[in-house]
């Protein structure tokens, strides 16, 4: 395998929200332009771990560079899509306005988003089959149409890695391969994906790079590598026998989450 | 002839004029800067920031013997302000929760007003400078120099939720995301909670503490049922408030010796019960009505469907079947006699005789469609 320019690294890192550490010296190094699964039970750490390299919690030890940088410095080049039951989508808006919420960084402070914004916020609704629903409110969006939402507001910052949380979700199997098409196309472009994934069937077939989380950093690396069965059981605590006698997939460990609170798919 | 008096009353009244004026004043800036504070859940805010002014006024009273509302409402404001900064430490320093915290720093800071209130009566000046209205509001009291200070303040916090608009959506929609675009959200939650703070101490003197914070929740309330859209739910929300404050001052000022605060309070709940029940889509009766249209849609659809099983089961697509056996299928669910009336108005069932009934091809056709549907 060639030698890549490292997109991301982190090193040694550390959180903790009171005394007890969510991510426990933690090592990850993410290629440019691959797609990787991060992979854990619940309570694992993952979002803790993408919202540190974000910047949005304040690790207690550990280094994260971005090309080579400090997050601060490159936050341009980075898109974010968060858990989408993290925000209340009976909230008084359109899909075009969310979308265009992508824009906000480089507006900066108090400039309002105008035509060039709407044209790019419609470009990427068009890239996530959502072109028609850009006056739609948000709240009568099913959860694949939100996932959807919140994958074009990602895609419109711009940016060159991309961290997704959880993004398949409780999402139609449509919603899934639209959302699958659309991030290898983001890999063919160079860029580079980080997700949360729970679908643990699915990720020899999605993603290139696999990291298994519990608090520590189990293994992090190519898929045909580290997605093994005995890393697996390291990571679930050997809770469940999935691995296939055939050794070419796995089968879920946790039932995958239902939303049902998000209405109609 | 009551309602014309007062028009004319409000027109050349020097004194009503002013009331209305400081009356809509106030509704304009609480109800649009609540109905963030209601989209953010923060209604409780609101409540603890009014009762945490009392002291500030009083206090600022004690400082400089001031009858100026102005800088009696500068200490209110620097009252509230400092109630915030406490809730916000005590979330995050100990393990005590935002509501606790709330009710915590609101008690406190109300009791040590109250007995300031209390200590201060024997100063001379005192009941001059109207402390005591600030407790339940009394609008009658407004002075034109009064109106001036609340529209000074009032204007200020408009001012400020035109320019961050874009910030503050961003921070009552996705405050983390918003964070990771680089927009430090503390200093923007710190923004807008300094001008809900301004908007709530513009209504003070009239609506008073302890019941200011409707003035915050409920036109914002009443206003969300109307509308899907921020801006207009902003809009409405200041409609609604000066139309409650210039009303429920009104009634208060004319004679009848009723507070302004809870006057005003009982206008607003009248637009909050009426939207609550009257609004297109999120009203009440809407919904009610929604419900009942779609059942019975389900119900003849349902019965068209087991029309349409039992013609496919018979040799010709329209021989008549008795009503019995619909009823049997339609298990425990009544109302089959009266949904096959709705359907034979349509003209897609045919009574054969008293107790049998068959599809029309129209019925068939229709039916087909429904059961595609249903198997998709
Ligand atoms: N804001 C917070 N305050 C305190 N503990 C938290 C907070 N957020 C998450 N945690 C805890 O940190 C652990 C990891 O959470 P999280 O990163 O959300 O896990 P995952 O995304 O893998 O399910 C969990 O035990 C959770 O309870
Ligand atoms: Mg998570």
Redesign the interface.
């Known amino acids: 395998m060639e030698e890549k320019h490292a997109a991301i690294e982190v090193a040694d890192l550390t959180v903790a929200y009171q005394e007890k550490p969510v991510l426990w010296d933690v090592d990850m190094y993410v290629p440019e332009g691959i797609l990787m699964a991060i992979v854990g039970p619940n309570g694992a750490g993952k979002t803790t771990l993408i919202?540190a390299i974000?910047g949005?919690i304040q690790p207690a030890a550990g280094q994260i560079s971005i090309y080579g940088k400090p997050f601060r410095e490159q936050?341009g080049l980075?898109g974010?899509v968060?858990q989408r039951g993290?925000?209340?989508w009976d909230?008084?808006?359109?899909v075009l306005d969310?979308v265009m919420?992508g824009r906000?960084?480089r507006?900066g402070?108090?400039?309002?988003?105008g035509r060039e914004e709407e044209r790019l916020a419609l470009e990427a609704l068009e890239k996530v089959g959502m072109a028609r629903y850009s006056e739609r409110?948000i709240?009568q969006l099913s959860g694949g149409q939100q996932q959807r939402v919140f994958l074009a507001?990602a895609l419109v910052q711009e940016a060159q890695i991309y961290f997704m949380d959880e993004p398949f979700q409780g999402v139609d199997a449509t919603t899934e391969r639209a959302i699958i098409t659309l991030l290898k196309e983001l890999s063919a472009a160079n860029k580079t994906v980080v997700a949360v994934h729970h679908d643990l069937q699915t990720v020899p077939e999605y993603f290139d790079y696999v990291t298994l989380l519990n608090v520590r950093c189990i293994a992090s690396g190519p898929v045909e590598q580290v997605f093994s069965e005995e890393n697996l059981r390291a990571t679930y605590g050997g809770r469940v026998a999935f691995l296939t006698a055939a050794g070419n997939g796995a089968e879920q460990v946790e039932p995958a989450a239902t939303t049902a609170g998000h209405g109609a798919i | 002839m009551e309602l014309w008096s007062l028009l004319q009353d409000l027109l050349f009244d020097y004194t009503l004029r002013t009331v209305a004026l400081g009356a809509a004043v106030l509704g304009i800036v609480s109800g649009s800067l609540g109905s963030f504070a209601v989209l953010r859940r923060q209604s409780l805010l609101g409540d603890a920031m009014s009762h945490a002014a009392l002291p500030g006024i009083v206090i600022a009273f004690i400082l400089t013997r001031s009858k100026f509302s102005l800088v009696l409402l500068l200490g209110a404001l620097v009252a509230g302000w400092l109630a915030t900064l406490l809730m916000t430490a005590i979330v995050r320093y100990t393990r005590v929760k935002q509501d606790s915290a709330l009710g915590l720093v609101l008690s406190i800071f109300f009791g040590f007003g109250l007995v300031l209130l209390t200590y201060v009566q024997r100063i001379p000046d005192a009941n001059q400078a109207g402390l005591n209205s600030y407790l339940f509001g009394q609008a009658a009291a407004l002075l034109q120099r009064d109106v001036l200070a609340m529209a000074v303040l009032g204007s200020a916090a408009l001012v400020l939720m035109g320019l961050f608009w874009k910030e503050f959506k961003l921070l009552s929609f996705d405050p983390v995301f918003g964070a990771s675009l680089g927009f430090p959200m503390r200093l923007v939650d710190t923004l807008l909670t300094t001008t809900l703070v301004i908007a709530i101490v513009v209504g003070l003197q009239a609506v008073g503490v302890v019941l200011m914070s409707a003035m915050v929740v409920a036109p914002a309330a009443a206003a969300r049922q109307w509308t899907d859209r921020l801006s207009i739910m902003v809009l409405l929300a200041a409609l609604f408030g000066a139309l409650a404050g210039v009303i429920g001052a009104l009634i208060s000022s004319s004679g009848s010796g009723l507070a302004t605060g809870p006057t005003i309070v009982l206008v607003v709940s009248a637009i909050v019960t009426i939207s609550i029940f009257l609004a297109p889509n999120r009203g009440l009766l809407w919904r009610w009505i929604v419900r009942r249209r779609n059942r019975r849609r389900l119900r003849v659809e349902a019965v068209l469907a087991d029309l349409y099983t039992l013609a496919t089961q018979h040799e010709n697509r329209y021989h008549a079947h008795d009503a019995v056996v619909i009823r049997t299928m339609r298990a425990g669910q009544g109302g089959v006699a009266h949904t096959l009336d709705i359907l034979q108005e349509r003209g897609l069932v045919r009574k054969e005789d008293e107790s049998r009934w068959a599809l029309t091809p129209d019925g068939f056709r229709e039916a087909q469609r429904i059961t595609a549907d249903m198997q998709e």
């Not at chain 1, 909230?91 to 359109?94: K, V």
């Open positions: 919202k974000m949005l936050r980075v974010y968060p993290s925000v209340d909230f008084p808006t359109n969310v919420m906000y960084g507006l402070w108090i400039r309002r988003p409110q709240s507001r």
